[in-house]
């Protein structure tokens, strides 16, 4: 075979390179020899055979060459021969080479870092077979809430209707019929349970999905088996549960024994059948489902979900099952779109409100490859800007090492000068620049990869919002390494240009002379041009660093002064979840009376208040608004609602401006009453007095009308950054039944000094009541303020970063020029230029490249600021201050930088100089 | 410059020199020399082939399959390594063959062509 018998020369040639060679050589002696015997014979003196012999070989070292350049592995060998080479240059300097690797290392490091997460929030699918299949249903509609208690997330749409992923089971069941529109249908709904295993009781994640889910989705049992159909068949007919991974190693250390198992979740003994495949966590992108249940078990775990109503089953009034379809690949989405819809609608609009607008109310098929995904929402912004962000930086390392490499470059033209001199080819010297570079980056990419795999739990700690972080689970596989990969070649190849094209330059440019003439010639001017380029490239990337660090600083500062609207210290809070099990009427108001009571009671509390959200990071709470006597609006806009109680103005330190707040008249079953915020006011009532007006809301909560008694300062609500939204407050005993609250205690000392009697308390009135989100209403403040936290460190960082990386550069053109100019210098010294003139001359270069970088770079800032605007708070990205003092800043420092290869140029003596010359 | 034309001129010929290498082996093994020797009194002198063009090709073609050497003694003595035609070589001298018949001949009736 041909193939083998090159593949076998190829072996032969590498590894017997030895053994080789000494047969060419033997050959070709032979050969002459040989030529030389035949002339001897045929008379010819010796001295003069051989010397005929061999030209007429045309030299025995040119034959060899000849025939190693047509070898096998030709080119291999010589990479070899260029990598050996590259390392002892690199070896030769060792500074360079440390700060090389090291500027590359935290480039690429810092980008692997942010790639692992972003590759996570981005782009990672369920790991589920086939998940390009899957569609996730959504229903959309005007700005009326149509479907009337939605237990789950309802979201706006860009045209500011509203949009959710929950539906009733009556619809899921009218959807399955439709057969011929889709393959499967799986129904899932997470919620927290109790879940008690061998007398040890723990909230959990728990994922209630439909029997065929498993199935469906292609994910495999690790042990026992999966949810079946079988399982599904109706209201309690399956007990049973399979376990994710991590729940497996958690609470069983992956034994055997967990399947057969009997736990109790919210009191209801259930059968462990199985544990799912390791990576399955869920149908919620970066969920961390811990247990699978059937989804016809609702009423017996979660029997008091919404409400009163015991079974979602078969109620068509609650709507709170996500579904995702697989798609049959013959049937287009446009059609199983208009399928669906047409089923949703049949079977829901009877049992809606037909007062309301019901003409935008229709179903959507999203993508599902991500199943439930909150995950792209909350963090596709900041890891788009973060990857921006680190991709500058590792620009600018980049370029700042090009710099230093073609400074090094000059100084090696010698050599490259005398190896074209010798006979190397262009494409030969092309290689060798070449393949130092890519040693480099190949160095600065193995400790990238290192520092990124270091660094890949940092990222999302700091995203993490509290314990339960959905993103901690970042896989680091191959994806993050041929990312990794892909970056130091492409580094590699950037950086490496620049020298490769001044190592071209030196061709036959006479460069042999002396390196240093005053008369430098054309091509190396053109050589400090480029040089300099570079250096203004990186005092623009450096002033596009800078300027997004001071932003960001900025926002967080102005974000840390934002004017809350109520006192945030000394405020501790915490949330109390009573099992949904408990539920007889009246039992659980009776059971947070008795906790206002008690808590209240605590030594170093000075007053105490529940609310259904917490005013700041707890999201939002939204309800209807109508006032009795007006006309009412179709599809009006919903406005916010928070239950309270008492005590709430006065612990929270609101002022109440008209009117007065809840007071101890107002009793359970007093007349209802409200009071609103000054937007609400502002907003509804805005040449009336709104207090003695009356208004109704969302019948579930409230069935009859609620009297405003009063008007409270505005507060902020959701987040920092947002306008208070209208906002009414309930007096929460006068709703119908509470579920899980929010207590704040107003403490003296600091908050966390009356945690554990607060506990004790709580343990004393329910020892079953879990107490969670323990925090002060300082961390929960600042919580909220986490991306822009990590923006104003992480810009900070790179910007000091990218300020080391340009005065590097600088200081290493201007000693480069001043070094080249030496001459020249000396002879202007001798004409009578004073030192200080050369001072001045050198800083003036200095800072018309600082002034051009600044220029250039400010203006590039403004223009990308506009895409962050929306990430900042109380300055507009072309803040004028922040502008002119990171311009002001770039210069100091450019000049500062300069001043030593100024000095250096004022120093030189003439004599010596020209001398030297 | 200078090189690139060299290389294009090697490329036209190295078909030609394959081939005479090859029908130079023909009738048996033969040494460097031998085969430079050979070639000159198979093409009346024409083709003078100097070691440096050989040389490589020879090594070349061994790397390929086409030829397979041994050490031996050259006439006088000498050590020197002989060359044969292996299978894949016989082969390849009949295909080769084939085509420079072809070519050979649509260039003399291109060239007479008026």
Known sequence: MAILAQVRSLMRNLFLQQHVESALHDEVRGLVEMLTDEKVAAGVAFEQARREALMEVGGETQVKQAVRDGRAGIGLETVWQDVRYGWRMLMRSPAFTAVAVLSLGLGIGANTAIFTVAKKVLYDTLPVKEPDALRMLTWVSGHEQVVPPVWGDVGGTESGGLRSNSFSYPVLEALRKQTDAFEELIAFKDVEITATVDGVAAIEAVELVSGNAFSALGVEPQAGRVLQASDDLGSGKGPVAVISDGYWMRRFGRSHEAVGKVIALNGVPVTIVGVSARRFAGLQMGGTTQIFVPVTMQPQLVPSAQGGTTSLLGNPQSWWLGILTRMRPEVSDTRAEAELDTAMRQTAIPVLDPTKDLSGFHLKLEPGARGLDYLHGTYAEPSYVLMALAGLVLVLACVNLANLLLARAAARQREISTRFALGAGRTRILRQVLTESLLLAALGGALGLAIGYAARGVLPGLLARDENATLLQVAFDWRVMAFTGAVALGTGLLFGLAPAWQAMLSESSGTLKDGTSATGDKRRKQGVWVGKGLVIVQIALSAILLVGAGLFVQTLQNLGHAELGFRQDHLLLFRVNPPRTVQVDGQRLAMYRQLEEKLSAIPGVKSMTMTDIALIGDGNSGATFHVTGRPREKDARRIQTNGVSREFFQTMGISILRGRGFEMQDTATSPKVAVINQTLARKYFPNEDPVGKTFDTDPEDFAMPLTIIGVAADTKHADLRSETPPTFYAFYEQRSEPGRMMVALRTEQDPVTVLSAARAVVAEVDHDLPLTDVRTMQDQVKLTTTNERIFAQLTSGFGGLALVLASIGIYGIMAYTVARRTGEIGIRMALGARAGQVLGMVLREVSWMALAGVVVGVGAAVGLGRLVSSMLYGLKPSDPLTLTGIGALLIVIALLAGLGPARRAARIDPMQALRHE | ?114
Not at chain 2, 46 to 62: N, Y
Not at chain 2, 90 to 104: D, F, H, P, S
């Open chain 2, 1 to 114: 410059m200078g090189r690139s034309e060299t290389a294009k001129q090697t490329n036209l010929l190295q078909g030609t020199l394959d081939l005479l290498v090859l029908k130079a082996l023909m009738l048996g093994e033969l040494h460097g020399l031998g085969i430079s020797r050979r070639i000159e009194q198979m093409t009346h002198g024409t083709f003078q082939v100097k070691p440096g063009s050989l040389f490589p090709a020879l090594h070349r073609m061994e790397e390929a399959g086409w030829l397979k050497a041994v050490w031996g003694e050259s006439e006088n003595n000498r050590k020197a390594k002989y060359y044969k035609l292996t299978k894949a070589g016989e082969r390849q001298l009949g295909t080769e063959t084939e085509e420079w018949v072809k070519i050979a001949a649509a260039m003399a009736s291109a060239l007479r062509a008026v």
